[in-house]
């Protein structure tokens, strides 16, 4: 997917990649989600900051990040190896501009690359079963398994802000104002992204109530 | 937190889609997962100081490359994986091996130290470095010469700063695949990458050993061409010494350890641009498909080197005995056109011994032409029986080629095998 940065240029960034090479100004990063601009300069601002103690870092925001992850994507190895990007990326990030807050930074790193992994998992295969997590007995499980499965299936299909929107606030329970600040959007737009995403979700899963089969 | 789905204004999950989420959160989530994140994000820190001090801003775009960065995350997977291949029991010695040679085979980036040992000649230590796709850097610890190859720039420079000279190699035209343009470590991603798809090859574990401290798991693998033994650290699953014995004339060893692979690298170290004030002499090496009569070529235009004989043998020492010839003894130091001339004649030369090199084990390949003067009457240099065919393609010395239904009875005629580009007589 390429989409448009501030300038009007088909851009990596504008796809939703943290990039911050070549073209953007220093200290005000603009970052996208699909194909609009986010004001990601108010979820971490950029100033003189210094070298954070990672490790503390680390141990306060590895069960969100890995949370987030195995959500959306339903497999553990998944969630770890997108768990391991994200704390590789931030760690780049940081090397080069000091970030002031790290929990949205966070969430939205772990939300947005399982949300990239998750559609490539799709593009690339089906959704794997062997390794998904189960916890009832074998009846509930499948059941579960399967409520889960076509969740992550259609979550995929949606467009990035609204996928994002959504399973922050269903699978993190974030408010709509945390949410505004994770993403860098306005808290309306949050609305309206969980609305559509709702709304789009409830026709595709549908079928499952009536029994009918896809 | 959104009180669980309280706030009015998104009231209510409507079922399934309210079951489905309630089934998302309620798998669970294992803590070795979160520890074993944990873990591995803390190594972070300690890694990228280290690094961090020798990056140049170039090094850390390449950094922030998507490429680069999913490399990281495929090798941190790695890591897990690792620990499982090891195992004795879980995966066979083919699969154990392979996994370990992928490890090198889809680096994209590699900082290690070489040691090369040929026949006949001083052992060569360096420190190299790579660089995906195709850009190597040498730095021999001797005389402090840097060679740096850039396959897409098609270009290998020589920089000796002790004399301040830079020699550049310019290849026209593709190089074949399995050119590999003399680089040890491309030259064992190539092997490593093809060796499932080769019959002849045998694998085996041969135990453990300390190497640096460091426990390592060994396997081998064993062709008529090459000898590779890999030990692997089972902790991380990632290569710590690799040695390669190739068969033929003269007998190479290579030798790589201390691997630090998918590590950041500057770009400036694989810089091809000749350093201000440096004398530099530019070479171009022709380059062409290979095919038969490229074959034929070269051998007119290595009998022309060697006074009307075809050389000894198609391998390295062949060639390094007929540069020899073409230098000329005695001469100590060639001047600049005449190196031009003969590193054209050696390139016409290996690219049309390529074609032979290329030749599957199925072409029963041979060579006869050890000392035979050109033009000897009716005389096999060459034959080679070519896929799906019944008859046997004879080059002769006079460099007419015929189709023969049998192949060519020669005493002392080498055989020679594929990707070892190396001749050894033949069992016949």
Known sequence: MVGLDSRGRKSAVAAGRFDFSGYLEPRRYDYFIGEQKLRSHQVFRIGAGQMPDWKRLVDEHAVRVFRVAVRILGCIEDAEDVSQDVFTEAFRLQEQHPVQNWTGLFVRLATLRSLDRLRRLRESQPLREGDRISTAGPFEAAVANELAA???????????QQAAVFTLFHFEHLTRDEISASLGISPEAVSTALYKARQRLQTKLAFLQHGESR | ??????????????????????????????????????????????????????????????????????????????????????????????????????????AKTARYDMEVSTEGEAKQS???????????RNEMHIDGVVSVIDLAAKKMVLVNPRAKRVVILNWKGNPPKTATVGNQFERLRLLLSKSHEASDVRYERIGEKQIDGRRAVGFRLDSPAVDVTLWGDPATGYPVLVETVWSGRPLSKTTMKNFEINIPLEASLFEITPPAGYTVQSLDAEYAEPSEQGLVNAFRTASDIGQGRFPDSLDTMGMMKLLEKAFGKGKKKPSDAELKRVMKLAMSVGSGYQFALDLPESADTHYAGNGVERNAKDR??????????????????DLSVKDEPTAPQVPGAQRIKKTSQTATPAAK
Not at chain 2, 49 to 62: F, N, Q, S, V
Not at chain 2, 77 to 106: D, K, M, S, Y
């Open chain 2, 380 to 397: 096999p240099i060459f034959w080679y029986k070519p896929e799906g065919s019944s008859k046997y393609r004879v080059i002769f010395a």
């Open chain 2, 1 to 106: 937190m959104n009180g669980e789905h309280a706030n009015p204004e998104f009231d209510g999950l409507e079922s399934p889609l309210d079951l489905a989420v309630r089934a998302v959160l309620a798998e669970p989530l294992p803590q070795e997962a979160i520890d074993r994140v944990k873990s591995r994000a803390t190594e972070l820190a300690p890694r990228a100081d280290r690094r961090i001090d020798h990056l140049g801003a170039r090094g850390i775009k390449i950094w922030k490359r998507p490429l680069a960065r999913l490399a990281v995350v495929a090798a941190a997977c790695l890591v897990v994986l690792g620990i499982w291949l090891f195992v004795p029991g879980r995966q066979t010695t083919v699969q154990a091996f392979n996994q370990l040679a992928e490890r090198l085979v889809a």
């Open chain 1, 150 to 160: 076509r969740l992550r299936s259609e979550i995929g299909e949606l467009p990035e």
């Open chain 2, 126 to 136: 360096m420190r190299a470095y790579y660089l995906a796709p195709g850009r190597f």
